[in-house]
C-alpha cells in the first residue's frame, strides 16, 4: 500500500492520469484546484472506512459524578469508532451506546452508575452576536461514573494528515487518491473516459478493502445517529443503509 506520498508526488501522478502537462510551472491556478480535489478524495476516503492502518486506542480515567468531558486532542469526535467503559483496572470492557435523547434524564439530573450510552455535546459561544458554534467539542456520559476507578478507552482513527503543502504526506493509499480525484478532474473536463477511470478506481479500491480487512463506517449514517454499539432504543430511529464509494 503506497502510503507516506507527498502532495507533490500526488500532484505529479494525477497529472499523469488525467494526461495533462507535467511541467508544474505551467497552470498555478489549476495547480491549487488539484491540490484541493487531491486532499478532499483522501477525506473522503479516510471518512467512509475503518482503515486497519490507523487504528487507534486511548485510554482515560474519569470522574465520580463528572458527566461532560473534552475530547482528548489526539482523538476528536469524527475520529470515534466506540467509546467503552471499565468499572476498575480489573474488570471487563463494556461498549457504550451512542445517543442520549431528552427523556433519558429525569428532571431530578443524572444518576450515578457504570456509564453505558454516551453523545457529543455541542458547545456555543455566546460572547458575540450571533452565537458561534464551538469546534472543539465535549462529550457527555450517563450516567454519571459513581467512583474515580473507571476507565474510558476510544477506540478509533488516527488524525488525518493535511495536504496543503508540496511535502505534507498522505495517510490513504496513493493510488487510490489519485485514481479518484483522476475521475472527478476528467468529468469535470467532460473527457469521455472518465467513467472508465471511476470503474477502475472503484475496482482498486474494492481490492484494497479486501485485502486490507477494512469495512465501512457506520458512524455518519443520514437519518439517524447509530454510532456503534447494541442500541435498544434504535427501533425509534430511521437509520437507513448508505451505500458509498466516494467519487
Known sequence: MPLGVTLLEL??????????????AQGTQAQSSLDIILARQQRELWDAYNWQHLKLWLDMGLTAG???????????????QNLYVASSLNSDWKRLTYGIDPWMIKPSGVGLGTPARWRNVVGMDLS????????????????????????????????????VND?????????????FAAAEVMATQK????????????????RLLADQGADKRANY???????????????????????????
Open 221 to 247: 449514517n443520514m437519518g439517524g445517529n447509530h454510532r456503534g454499539g447494541n442500541d435498544p432504543d434504535r427501533s425509534r430511529r430511521a437509520v437507513p443503509y448508505i451505500d458509498y464509494i466516494p467519487g
Open 66 to 80: 463528572q458527566t461532560t468531558y473534552d475530547f482528548p486532542e489526539i482523538m476528536l469526535f469524527d475520529q470515534v
Open 11 to 24: 500532484r505529479r501522478e494525477l497529472r499523469a492520469e488525467t494526461g495533462t502537462s507535467m511541467n508544474p
Open 191 to 206: 473527457n469521455e473516459a472518465a467513467p472508465m477511470k471511476l470503474t477502475k478506481a472503484q475496482n482498486y479500491l474494492r
Open 128 to 163: 458575540v452576536s450571533p452565537p458561534i458554534t464551538k469546534t472543539d467539542g465535549q462529550f457527555e456520559l450517563i450516567p454519571a461514573p459513581s467512583t474515580d476507578d473507571m476507565l474510558l478507552r476510544f477506540e478509533g482513527m488516527a488524525p488525518l494528515n493535511r495536504l
Open 167 to 179: 511535502t505534507d504526506k498522505c495517510v490513504i493509499d496513493s493510488k487510490a487518491i489519485v485514481l
